[in-house]
């Protein structure tokens, strides 16, 4: 811990000292995956985008073509992604039995990718594709092909911004094409887009998550959604000490028990050496 501030490598010592000897849960938002080059909505120094919503999504094909085209040349960013000393050091310290579980609010499969087993995706994961009538399941791979022989114009090989969630910056023209359900109905990720309700059941597996473990580490989340907050302040509740790990302020920095405003590839390395 040479290269830490003082401030910060007290503070790790600190998080240290809660978590020996405790079952501890991690809590993962965007900010974990930022140092494997997938951006986040709120991250320090960062131009906050508007992603489109739950009801924009199911109330127009105009959005649903949007979405799709824009997502068929960012989703590369998220499938070429690897797992960053973050999510191997999580991974690692579930092997050593430092870390029993992890709830992510992320939808990019790096913990998976890293070596996590026991992973709660609380707002789904972007490669899954489900329709929104018959649930029949597709692959993300089946629905770039139906998107690609609707629009043989279309090309991932683009220079564009890429934003969160496999969103990239591209203009839609009025032609392209959504694939649909053969029941007729459209196609939706699984993800948990904003203003849409997480499903109670995974709401439930997460509460009980919580209720089981004895400490709490936040790493990489601002907890600016609604979902996460309400998982740290139930432990709060409970009278558990929560870590947060996190570059830039977070809802919960007031009442948690330590704050370290660095990067997550750094301290998680350094908290469970």
């Known amino acids: ?114 070596g996590s087993r026991n992973v709660l995706e609380l707002h789904g994961r972007l490669d899954r594709i489900s329709c929104v009538s018959c649930q029949q399941r597709i692959t993300r791979s089946e629905m770039d092909e139906l998107i690609k022989q609707l629009n043989p114009e279309m090309t991932k090989d683009q220079i564009v911004e890429f934003s969160p969630d496999g969103d990239a910056e591209v203009d839609v023209d009025t032609s392209f094409r959504v694939p649909n359900c053969s029941c007729g109905a459209h196609y939706k990720p699984d993800v948990v887009f904003f203003g849409e309700q997480v499903p109670k059941d995974r709401v439930g597996e997460a509460e009980q998550m919580i209720l089981e473990a004895e400490a709490i580490l936040v790493a990489g989340s601002s907890l600016t959604v609604n979902s996460g907050l ?8 409970q009278e558990k000490p929560v870590v947060v790990v996190n570059l830039g302020p977070t809802k919960a920095d007031g009442f948690v028990s330590v ?15």
């Open 259 to 273: 704050k370290i405003n660095a990067s997550t590839s750094i301290v998680l390395r350094e908290i469970f050496a």
């Open 230 to 237: 309400r998982l740290v302040k139930q432990a709060i509740n």
């Open 1 to 114: 811990m040479t290269d830490l501030s003082p401030a910060i490598a007290y503070s790790i010592e600190h998080a240290r000292e809660i978590f020996n000897g405790k079952a501890v849960l991690a809590l993962t938002g965007a900010g974990i995956s930022t140092d494997s080059g997938i951006p986040d909505y709120r991250g320090e120094g960062r131009v906050q985008k508007h992603p489109l919503t739950f009801d924009q999504f199911m109330s127009s094909e105009t959005n649903r073509a949007r979405y799709w085209a824009r997502s068929f040349v960012g989703f590369n960013r998220i499938a070429l992604a690897q797992a960053n000393p973050g999510h191997f050091a999580l991974a690692n310290a579930e092997s050593d039995s430092k870390v029993r579980g992890i709830i992510t609010q992320n939808v990019d499969g790096l913990h998976q990718k890293a």
